[in-house]
């Protein structure tokens, strides 16, 4: 391809000449494209702002008290061994499962496909909720890292298999040539082509650790976010509750470092010549059986459990728990906020991720940074933000729908940007050149180029955002207009007051609510790989 475009470029004659060797232009020109990035970035900060100015005001002599006492040490503890052993977790079965369904000769394997990207649908509080309902006792770490890994493996395995789908399986059966085994082609080849899905996806299930509350709540589960609510709930403790965020916030600066080191600068975009050759599946033979029961027992337990009990839930309850002048408001709003802000939030971010693929630099991933450590933050510490800047600087906004719309876009940002990131990694560059040294304008370009290959990850990173308004709490709780009801808020205040029939309607909608979006996810996901 590049040969050919080359040959294109020099009978352009001098146009081609300008062009050839250079970066491509961004479509509003980099000066515009760093400016709304920057803008993106301060406006991210708010939260964080917000938490270190409070801390400033504590005093130091006070905020080393609150955060250097044996409280602290239990929460840091049970959040890093939330993280530790959750994290590999999801990274072994979304790997794993990306790996049967794409790379062998798995029966079944579309529907194996789509099967493991449903757990998505299934809010993590309506997963503690079935769990909870199944064994009344569950509690502790390890049933905090049950829920947790059954919740969010998918944020591993949806990237990976579209990252299996798209790579060019000529590497391996060179490698296979030369040879090397089946598992020796997976270690040394097939799993450094996946570091950027796994590193993204990796983060994502980190960050949801650090951020979910209502999932650990339901089982007495203690970490920084559980503790900062009831700090703001039952005693209104800000100062308290503040310094509990302050170590969240270096628990994420920590978890960025990593993931940005892990990422690395290679490319994984394909810009040779010829066809793309079709995967050779490897036969599982023995392991057919045992692969098989594996992906039955991970399905069943991560989205045939919750499905049961809240159906169980419905059945007991009878025909007295629809009522329709409660959860139709519910449904209707819950589809209002989750269209607008999944569309807004993935505008905001493509300027991010387009510095990020297209001119690395040390500044754009301060920028990306930014991002990330504001939806690390507990929802309940953003919604506080807005409530104290709207009625301290613009009172008319308070409680209004934009306050709430911008509180979705910083939570859920990074949804967006991961999967912008990766469609605009795999969009060569070149293609872009190609078609400016042609004498494309740079807008032209963006839009039959960068645009139409990076559109599958932007509808992705859509879907994603989408599902997590719908499954939002605690921002909702604090930052929506009075008379608005949500599925998300509707079922935990029933589930709060231990009224499960009553709760299970709304975690019914939700799950049906989401299901279709989690489809749609997987669909653009092939579309990804090329499929």
Known sequence: MSTDLSASGTQAGSTTTAGKGKRPRPPFGVSTVSVLAILTAL???????????????????????LIFRPRVAELLLNTILLMVITVPACLVLGVGGAWLVERTKLRGHRWWAVALAAPLAIPAFVNSYSWVSAVPSLAGIWSGVLIATLSYFPLV????????????????????????????????????QLRIAMSGGALLVALHLLAE??????????????????????TFNGTAGNMLASVLVFLCLILLVVEVRSRGTARYARIGSGAQAKATRMPLGLYQVPAQLALLALTVLAFGVPV????????????????????????????????????????????????????????????????????????IVVGLAFVTVSIRVLPGVYQTAGVLIAAYVLLFLPRALVNLRAGLAQAPKELDEAAQSLGKAPLVSFFRVTLRLSAPAAAGGAALVFLAIVNELTATLLLSPNGTRTLATEFWSKSSEIDYTGAAPYALLMILLSAPMTYLLFQQSKKVAGQ
């Open 43 to 65: 406006f991210s900060l708010l939260p964080l702002g917000y938490v270190v100015y409070m801390t400033a005001a504590t005093g130091w002599d006070t905020a080393v008290e």
């Open 157 to 192: 395995y949806i990237p990976a298999a579209a990252t299996l789908g798209r790579l060019d399986p000529a590497i391996e059966q060179s490698a296979a040539s030369l040879g090397l085994g089946p598992w020796a082609v997976f270690f040394r080849v097939v799993l450094p």
């Open 213 to 234: 509350y209502g999932a650990f709540a339901m089982i007495r589960f203690d970490t920084f976010t559980t503790a900062i609510m009831v700090q703001f709930q039952s």
């Open 308 to 379: 049961w009990f809240v159906l169980r839930w419905i059945v007991a309850g009878g025909l007295d728990v629809w009522a329709a002048d409660e959860f139709i408001p519910a449904l209707l709003q819950t589809l209002m906020y989750g269209a607008v802000g999944a569309l807004v939030t993935t505008i905001v971010a493509f300027p991010m991720a387009y510095l990020a693929v297209r001119r690395p630099s040390w500044f754009s991933k301060m920028l990306e940074l930014s991002n990330y450590i504001t939806s690390s933050l507990p929802g």
